[in-house]
């Protein structure tokens, strides 16, 4: 009953928020799903989950850890609305980039979008069954799209036809790669199996190779697109530096994940058949490929959204890289992934205080943050230093933990790359973020002006997370952890 | 039913080439419709047995209704609604657009005379079928100027797809077809939407004058 009402509570709460005309109660009600969500996967926690529908429905390691991400973020989304939401002006109002005028989409609407997307993350995560994954993943883009259009002028919708077609040709390309599969497991005396992760996994030994290699390869570009592996990445930019902000920080810290559990499902059933080794070799170099891109765009970045946005590109790079090196380094993947949504969340939700403060996207106008945004300012020095992998903060013992994988087996020129790019992004981000944060207010710009706790809050809470996974790793999570990457062929 | 099988892929395909050189939205969009409606009999004629299970003739109904009947529907009143020029508008001309769909049907003829299971019979001509679909869907998606193409484009590579997944419906049940029917649909009616939204911002739904975001 458990992993039912994980999908139907926040789809009845988007039901209602349709419904619900008065922005107060509406807005509540976001809040009141988001922090029942997240009781009822802590919930989830604390023994083993009866699975739903028939088997298509449950949790294992990883589902529990990609949904518990999920969870804590779309609950710190909520809070955050909730500041957001008030000071968005429901009239036209001016463009600060082209000038011209623009209204938001009906606020109604936008909530009822993030309770489906939800709804359709906590399915990803849940689901136990291939098919019901690529339904799942398809359906966060179509509940995601009207999010990204929420200020409705040329440059988010042009992001939004971008989301739109690129994301939809990738999951066409992964539900190609599910009948490649399907056809992978034919055998003569039974035929096709259902695609039950289970039943998948079962036959996976005896599965044709040259079939399940191309399924392979069709599921990692085709969810790898959504994802925002290189070189499909390129609507991810657009994407997250046109969107509110607390949506940019689901999509980079919820919904890539999910794109990525798909990836990983299916190298799940790789390493089963047998073919581990060639699905490795796939992942490390879409890693270090993605790492690469990003490096590049991030150095001499303009506009400080699309350069948070170039920085997940580089860390489901990272993460990628860690799950096909394997072994320790498996592990680290699945703490860099639960690090990295933290942090990248916390800073997409500052970059939308200081965007809504300076009113303007470009890292060179920006200066003076520390002085005139009080919290927000330290914050996101802050929120820098832990996505670049400072010690203490989590992300430093997982990248640490990826590159001692890559030297003990042996891959010195891995290492060698991936601490090189890790320099480069280091300095990349390095200046405009610092930049931005240090010297004096831009002038007619009062300092230390007052911020609403909701606008911070949520941001503090995140930073504190990814602190903590960095200095102390609750036995459970770590557990799970280690069973997420065994599940992920990571042998510890 | 099986002896329908190599006539309706042989159409496939000439519906396939056909998509990628027509020069009229109008006929553009009849085709994908045309497409959906070999796709629906595809459906019932590769089924195993005499007569095809309750299952697969509900599956096939639904793709009738919903690809060959409601989607071309919606385009055209999408059409009709936005004034759109009756040009299809390709980036690249109608003949080199003919040549990547014949350049596709030899690449799957020798595909599928490469990847062969032992004991699944496929019928012969199920790839080029398919495949001429998904690569002349992906053709028109990147070399067709108005949104609404792109989105026949994609139309019709979800229907190359789902040819291709059709004969694995004999082992199992249809719910997850039947689901991941309703996903192309909603799909469609967003795309649809957002085309709507285009025309309004831009006067026109030509993709090109996507071009304020970059590096």
């Not at chain 1, 190779?209 to 790898?224: D, I, R, T």
């Not at chain 1, 060179?364 to 943050?369: I, P």
């Not at chain 2, 009616?189 to 071009?211: E, K, N, P, Q, Y």
């Amino acid at each position: 009953m458990l992993i039912e009402s994980l999908v139907i509570l926040p789809l009845a709460a988007g039901g209602a928020a349709l419904l619900t005309r008065p922005h107060g109660p509406r807005r509540l009600l976001l809040l009141v799903a988001a922090l029942a969500h997240l009781g009822l996967v802590l919930a989830c926690w604390a023994g083993p989950v009866e699975p739903a529908w028939g088997g298509t429905l449950d949790l294992d390691a990883a589902g529990r850890l990609f949904l518990t991400i999920a969870s804590v973020l779309f609950a710190a989304a909520a809070a955050y609305a909730q500041s957001y939401l008030k000071q968005e002006d429901p009239g036209l109002r001016s463009d600060f980039q082209e000038g011209l005028a623009f209204a938001n989409a009906p606020e109604r609407v936008f909530t009822a979008c993030l309770l489906f997307f939800l709804a359709a993350m906590t399915l990803v995560a849940a689901a136990r069954h291939l098919g019901l994954l690529w339904v799942g993943v398809e359906a966060t883009t179509l509940a995601s799209a009207p999010l990204i259009y929420f200020h409705r002028h040329r440059r988010s919708l042009e992001a939004t036809w971008k989301y739109l077609i690129i994301c939809s040709v990738g999951i066409a390309l992964a539900l190609l790669g599910n009948i490649l599969l399907s056809y992978a497991l034919f055998d003569p005396g039974s035929g096709i199996p259902p695609m039950d992760l289970d039943a998948v996994l079962a036959r996976a030994a005896g599965a044709h190779p040259a079939w399940l290699k191309a399924a392979f390869a069709c599921v990692l570009v085709g969810y790898g697109t959504k994802a925002g592996l290189a070189p499909m990445h390129s609507w991810l930019p657009d994407a997250h530096s046109e969107s509110p902000s607390l949506v940019s920080a689901l999509l980079s810290g919820a919904l890539l994940n999910c794109a990525l559990l798909g990836v990983l499902r299916l190298f799940a059933v790789c390493v089963a058949a047998g073919l581990g080794d060639f699905a490795r070799e796939l992942l490390v170099a879409f890693g270090l490929t993605s790492m690469g891109v990003a490096a590049a765009f991030i150095l001499g970045q303009g506009d400080f959204k699309r350069l948070l946005a170039y920085s997940s590109v580089e860390h489901m790079g990272i993460i990628t890289l860690g799950i096909g090196l394997g072994g320790g380094a498996a592990f680290g993947s699945m703490l860099h992934l639960a690090g990295h949504s933290l942090a990248k969340a916390m800073l997409f939700m500052l970059a939308g205080n200081i965007l809504a403060a300076f009113h303007t996207k470009s890292a060179h106008d920006v200066h003076g943050a520390v002085r005139a945004l009080p919290v927000t300012g330290p914050l996101w020095v802050a929120g820098f230093l832990a996505i670049v992998g400072c010690p203490p903060f989590s992300l430093f013992v997982s990248e640490y933990a990826i590159a001692a994988g890559a030297l003990s087996s042996g891959r010195i020129g891995v290492a060698a790359a991936f601490l090189l790019l890790l320099g480069v992004v280091f300095v990349g981000m390095a200046t405009p973020v610092l930049r931005m944060a240090q010297g004096p207010t831009p002038p007619g710009m009062a300092e230390a002006r007052p911020e609403p706790a909701l606008a911070v809050l949520p941001a503090l809470a995140l930073g504190c997370g990814v602190l903590v996974l960095g200095l102390w790793l609750p036995a459970p999570l770590a557990a799970t952890m280690r069973e997420a990457a065994t599940i992920f062929g990571g042998a510890l | 039913m099986h002896a329908f099988v190599e006539p309706l892929m042989v159409l496939l395909v000439l519906v396939n080439l056909g998509l990628l050189s027509v020069r009229r939205m109008a006929w553009c969009i009849r085709l994908a419709g045309v497409q959906g409606a070999l796709l629906g009999l595809a459906i019932l004629a590769l089924a195993p047995g005499a007569e095809p299970e309750p299952h697969v003739w509900y599956l096939a109904a639904a793709v009738l209704a919903i690809k060959a009947l409601a989607f071309p529907m919606f385009l055209r009143r999408t059409m009709r609604t936005l004034h759109l020029r009756a040009w299809v508008e390709p980036y690249i001309g109608y003949g080199l657009s003919l040549l990547a769909g014949l350049a596709a049907l030899l690449f799957s003829l020798w595909l599928g005379s490469r990847l062969a299971i032992p004991g699944l019979h496929l019928p012969p001509l199920l790839f080029p079928a398919a495949f001429t679909a998904f690569f002349g869907g992906l053709t028109m998606l990147v070399s067709r100027k108005k949104a609404l193409t792109q989105v026949v484009g994609f139309l019709a590579m979800e229907n190359g797809i789902f040819l291709f997944g059709a004969p694995t419906l004999a082992w199992g049940s249809t719910w997850m077809e039947l689901a991941v029917l309703l996903d192309v649909l909603v799909a469609v009616f967003v795309m649809g939407i957002v085309v709507h939204r285009i025309d309004r911002t831009f006067d026109s739904i030509d993709v090109g004058l996507f071009c304020s975001l970059r590096d």
